[in-house]
């Protein structure tokens, strides 16, 4: 990390508020997905550059693993992800640590903190300074989260009712993967309109904040007080150092270790302790003067490790399920624990957040943005079916790592993943003429102020920040 931190923030690119401007100056009814402030879409536009190539190196590295482990080597990748580098307890006096974990393990619990920090420094910036800061633009991502958690739960459940010992994997297909989702716009060459692009971002924000939630309540198992306690101290100095925008790696690094050692020894899953950590960073400029504050400085450097190492390394030592031909896949899918899955994600997500979005729309009478319709909605709301990490996750909390339902539950996430992506892909590129016009419209800057004229036009000029 850098010696100097950034002063402290006003925030750089908050955005206006939905309504458009009639021609006026007076606002019309709410627009849904309708184009935020021109440095909020600069900056997500960012955000999605680096997790399209965390997308990319997230597939590859799944995808190596699913070949490994069906080929005649396949002990070898398993005998690698069960490789304990500390075969016993680590003991400090009367503390026993239990920090003999597997290789895999070390992925989902250690590297997948890194992950979940950056998705606490995501939160609380939207929450302060983003979208998720103006009620009205929150209330449309906010309800097709919920609505995308729902139904895919409910209809696991209902594959799994009748006492087969299953339910408790409800959550695994309510998990939305953004690097794999922006990867799949990449590879099909889809350019999203801003708003669609906002939309998909701050939707995944809040279905991480819901995953989060599940685990801490539901997967937690076991719970020891008093190291909860202890990791909050940490946690506490971490948070100090932040607010006084002391951020020397040499302070904070031993910090976040602590905190995760003592979460994780808890019983609360260890990768909370990377959302807490997020949230204590802080987002506004106390000098208020322009440009990114802490918690986007430490975003910024933190994400390509995230995206390009961290979530691969897990992708790929949580996929690789060894499928046994076309008859394994089939017995796979006999289990409804793998069907609820596929069905939840595929269907359910697609449901739940069209049909969410169709409520808003009904019950405040808004109006989608110009030139788009609900096929867009649809579109959307089959990619974000696409669960693969969180998803991954919440099955091995559910089931145990290397079990008969943990590889089972990994078909189904595999299978619901790549069929939810198909399908977004078959309805996006119908209407990627209209989206490549839309953002091309976007990118025009005929008065080359560095500002794209779609942002100035009207009474109220889009690329600053309402007053």
């Known amino acids: 990390m850098a010696d ?4 402290d923030q006003q925030p750089s690119d908050q955005n206006p508020s939905a309504g458009a401007a009639t021609p006026s100056g007076s606002r019309s009814s709410v627009r849904l997905f309708s184009r935020g ?17 965390g997308g990319m190196l997230l597939i590859l590295g799944a995808v190596v693993a699913i070949v490994w482990a069906n080929t005649p080597w396949a002990h070898t990748y398993e005998a690698i992800r ?82 087969n010992g299953a339910l408790g994997g409800w959550a695994i297909p309510t998990a939305t993967d953004i690097a794999f989702a922006v990867a799949i716009l990449a590879v099909i060459s889809t350019h999203l309109p801003s708003g669609l692009r906002t939309f998909l971002l701050t939707l995944a924000v809040v279905d991480d904040l819901l995953a989060i939630t599940i685990i801490a309540i539901f997967y937690t198992s076991d719970l020891e007080p008093l190291f909860l306690l202890l990791g909050l101290v940490p946690i506490g100095v971490f948070a100090l150092l932040v607010q006084k925008r002391i951020w020397k790696g040499y ?8 905190a995760w050692v003592l979460v994780h020894e808890s019983g609360v899953h260890a990768t909370v302790a990377g959302v807490l950590l997020g949230f204590t960073v802080p987002v506004l400029r106390r000098d208020g003067a322009s440009g990114p504050g802490l918690a986007e400085h430490l975003e910024h450097l933190v994400r390509p490790v995230s995206a390009g190492f961290a979530v691969p390394v897990f992708a790929f030592f949580a996929a690789g399920v060894t499928v046994g031909g076309f008859s394994g896949l089939w017995d796979s899918l006999h289990d409804p624990v793998a069907m609820g899955i596929l069905v939840g994600l595929v269907l359910g997500k697609t449901i739940g957040i069209s049909g969410s979005t169709w409520l808003l729309a009904t019950f405040t009478h808004a109006d989608l943005d110009d030139e788009l319709s609900w096929i867009d909605v649809v579109g959307m709301a089959m990619l974000a079916g696409i669960g693969f990490t969180v998803s991954l996750l919440i099955g091995e909390l559910a ?22 992506a198909l399908l977004a892909t078959v309805v996006l590129r119908t209407r990627n003429r209209v989206y490549r016009r839309l953002w091309e419209e976007e990118q025009r800057d005929d008065d080359h102020d560095g500002i794209p004229d779609v942002y100035q036009r009207g009474d109220h000029d889009l690329s600053t920040p309402p007053s």
Do not use: C
């Not at 100097?4 to 002063?7: D, F, Q």
């Not at 402030?37 to 190539?53: D, G, I, K, N, P």
């Not at 939207?126 to 958690?149: I, Q, S």
């Not at 302070?251 to 602590?258: D, I, N, R, T």
């Open 82 to 163: 069960d490789f304990k580098p500390l075969a016993h307890p680590v003991h400090l006096g009367s503390l026993s640590l239990h920090l003999d974990l597997s290789i895999g393990a070390w992925a989902a619990d250690g590297l997948l903190a890194i992950f979940f920090f950056v998705v606490g420094l995501e939160l609380k910036r939207e929450f302060v300074a983003g979208d998720l800061r103006d009620p009205r633009r929150a209330a449309l991502p906010m309800a097709a989260a919920v609505g995308g958690m729902v139904a895919p739960a409910l209809i696991y459940v209902l594959f799994n009712l009748g006492g």
């Open 399 to 420: 089931f145990g790592q290397g079990s008969e339902r943990d590889d089972h539950v990994k078909v189904g996430v595999l299978l619901g993943s790549v069929t939810a």
């Open 37 to 53: 402030s021109f440095l909020e879409s600069s900056r997500l536009a960012e955000v999605l550059r680096a997790e399209t190539t």
């Open 4 to 7: 100097t931190p950034p002063s």
């Open 251 to 258: 302070l904070l690094l031993p910090l976040a270790v602590v």
